[in-house]
């Protein structure tokens, strides 16, 4: 009986392997075209960094020269000022921490959570540099009523740390916290 090798039926014969094809296979899967494109976790240039403070809760606004910050009486019973970054030279991997210190000594009121951002995931890219995507909620846990900081001057102080580096910035303004605008 005679089998026709376009039989669907036909008997498959394996190839032989010459002695070379392992070279050429290692050889292969070890190029990689030409190079690597960077890392986009490491920003081009290894310049120098900065962060601004910002407030809002909508969007992006500077703190005023006066420094007038106001204090949120939020829906599960603390208080809270908003506050807001803009990066720049950082690449959009960083950790986010804030404190309100009194000017006039004494610890610090708030809790300072150091918070995780990442493009799309709490910054936003802006031009070349990115900034807060939402406000960040600086959470005054050391006060129980708006009588312990209304009227008073604080150091609003943030710092920046870039992840997997030792890149860092750190800014402060003095502000004066005013009570919520009732409606």
């Given at each position: 009986?005679?089998?026709?090798?376009?039989?669907?039926?036909?008997?498959?014969?394996?190839?032989?392997?010459?002695?070379?094809?392992?070279?050429?296979?290692?050889?292969?899967?070890?190029?990689?075209?030409?190079?690597?494109?960077?890392?986009?976790?490491?920003?081009?240039?290894?310049?120098?960094?900065?962060?601004?403070?910002?407030?809002?809760?909508?969007?992006?606004?500077?703190?005023?020269?006066?420094?007038?910050?106001?204090?949120?009486?939020?829906?599960?019973?603390?208080?809270?000022?908003?506050?807001?970054?803009?990066?720049?030279?950082?690449?959009?991997?960083?950790?986010?921490?804030?404190?309100?210190?009194?000017?006039?000594?004494?610890?610090?009121i708030n809790a300072p959570?150091?918070?995780?951002?990442?493009?799309?995931?709490?910054?936003?890219?802006?031009?070349?540099?990115?900034?807060?995507?939402?406000?960040?909620?600086?959470?005054?846990?050391?006060?129980?009523?708006?009588?312990?900081?209304?009227?008073?001057?604080?150091?609003?102080?943030?710092?920046?740390?870039?992840?997997?580096?030792?890149?860092?910035?750190?800014?402060?303004?003095?502000?004066?916290?005013?009570?919520?605008?009732?409606?």
């Amino acid at each position: 009986m005679l089998v026709s090798w376009s039989s669907p039926c036909a008997m498959v014969r394996p190839m032989a392997l010459r002695p070379w094809t392992f070279a050429v296979l290692f050889l292969w899967a070890a190029c990689d075209g030409g190079g690597s494109p960077p890392d986009a976790t490491v920003p081009l240039d290894a310049g120098a960094v900065s962060v601004t403070l910002g407030t809002g809760q909508e969007y992006w606004e500077d703190i005023p020269p006066s420094g007038v910050m106001t204090l949120i009486h939020g829906p599960q019973g603390g208080y809270h000022v908003y506050g807001r970054v803009r990066l720049m030279g950082f690449a959009p991997d960083v950790t986010v921490t804030f404190t309100v210190t009194p000017d006039d000594g004494g610890a610090v009121i708030n809790a300072p959570q150091p918070l995780h951002q990442v493009d799309h995931r709490g910054l936003i890219q802006v031009g070349n540099d990115y900034e807060s995507a939402a406000p960040n909620l600086v959470i005054l846990t050391q006060i129980h009523s708006p009588a312990e900081v209304v009227g008073m001057h604080f150091t609003l102080a943030v710092t920046v740390v870039e992840t997997g580096t030792e890149r860092m910035a750190s800014t402060s303004l003095d502000i004066l916290i005013q009570d919520s605008p009732t409606t």
